[in-house]
């Protein structure tokens, strides 16, 4: 089966660290994120796969070539984003398969464990022209909904409301037969949720949803990002292309952590990062080159490239950009992000390892 992957997004609610790097291919649990998805692409019988690319398009193909974990990889660019429906269109003029074959769709930020072969399944026997992936969540009114008839066939695409009909949402993948995707105007600027979905619901065709609620992640936000990164590390969703087992920490080549810090709870440790004594690193991402002062506590966080945590700071829930220094005593919280570069001068009171 072929796959197409959006990739083209600016990832601005991941910013600072999507200045240099695109959401899919920040590092999450020592690799590119996108290498969990290509791994689990594949484990489920795709064999070729389209990037959608757009913002720093030229990144992907760098870091993947034209093969990488078993799947042979392709890449279309848009002159200008085109929107997540606009760029399946323009993808798809790179897809080799015919036009009753079906094409699964994947975007690029969302760590799913879900049964894809099941759900190729329901859109074959269906005969639908897309079905997508639902999942069920606590919380609906932060999302649109999307609901189904008995025989699991969508009925409409819901806005945001604070009195969902349902608890099922968008869960991110789609499998199209391949000439659906043909339905969607070219070269235009095009959503699959606001106008592809509804479009194809109210001309009567098959649009077939397949709910299923395992483990499900969209990581576009910071405290997203941090916690699939984490959930990799500790084993709760399986990646075949994690750099070594699941367990409390993920310690890259060339990190240094000293036996008397506390790293726990999915942390992963960039190559050539350094922890010092008494410091506490709880379910956070340190990037390569990231370093952590004696007495130091990051919880929930990302440290960016070479960005520097002085001695008994704490950062909880925040972002560091690439090269960003926190000095001695600092307190960060709650969604902070740092700029890259950015230097915090030390706090007033003095820091004291002897306290
Ligand atoms: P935010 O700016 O933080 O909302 O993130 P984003 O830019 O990634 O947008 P969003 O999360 O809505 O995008 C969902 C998926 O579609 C992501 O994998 C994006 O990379 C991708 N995407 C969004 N817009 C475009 C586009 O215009 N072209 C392409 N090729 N992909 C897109």
Redesign the pocket.
């Known amino acids: 089966m072929e796959a197409i992957l959006?990739?083209?997004?600016?990832?601005?609610?991941?910013r600072p660290l999507t200045i240099s790097t695109?959401?899919?291919l920040l590092p999450t649990a020592g690799v590119a994120f996108l290498a969990h998805q290509l791994a689990r692409a594949h484990a489920a019988g795709v064999d070729r796969i389209v990037f959608?690319?757009?913002?720093r398009a030229e990144m992907f193909e760098a870091a993947f070539g034209s093969h990488a974990y078993g799947v042979d990889l392709a890449y279309v660019s848009?002159r200008r984003?085109?929107?997540?429906a606009?760029?399946i269109r323009?993808?798809a003029k790179a897809l080799t398969c015919s036009s009753n074959e079906p094409v699964l769709i994947l975007?690029?930020?969302i760590l799913s464990g879900h049964d894809v072969t099941a759900q190729v399944s329901v859109h074959e026997k269906a005969g639908a022209a897309v079905t997508l992936h639902l999942v069920e969540v606590e919380d609906p009114s932060r999302f649109g909904c999307v609901p189904t008839d008995a025989d699991g066939r969508v009925t409409a695409f819901l806005e945001k409301t604070n009195h969902p009909v349902t608890d099922q949402i968008n869960a991110?993948c789609y499998v199209f037969r391949r000439d659906a995707i043909d339905t969607i105007p070219e070269d235009e600027?095009v959503s699959v949720e606001r106008e592809t979905f509804p479009g194809l619901i109210s001309s009567g065709a098959v649009v077939m949803g397949y709910v299923e609620s395992g483990y499900w992640l969209?990581v576009?936000t910071p405290q997203a990002f941090v916690r699939g990164s984490c959930d990799l590390v500790l084993g709760r969703i399986a990646s075949a292309a994690m750099p070594g087992d699941p367990g409390e920490r993920l310690i890259l080549d060339g990190a240094v952590v000293s036996p008397r810090a506390v790293v726990r709870d999915g942390t992963t440790v960039g190559r050539g990062a350094e922890i010092e004594a008494g410091a506490t690193v709880l379910g956070s991402v340190l990037q390569d080159g990231a370093f952590v002062a004696e007495g130091a506590t990051v919880r929930d966080s990302v440290v960016g490239r070479g960005a520097r945590v002085g001695p008994g700071a704490t950062l909880d829930g925040v972002i560091l950009g690439d090269g960003a220094l926190v000095g001695p005593g600092n307190e960060l919280r709650d969604g902070l992000r740092l700029w890259p570069g950015i230097a915090l001068p030390p706090t007033a009171v003095r820091f004291s390892t002897d306290a």
């Open positions: 959006l990739v083209g997004g600016q990832g601005t609610r991941l695109p959401k899919p959608a690319t757009s913002y848009e984003p085109l929107g997540t606009g760029a323009n993808a975007n690029g930020d991110g600027v969209d576009g």
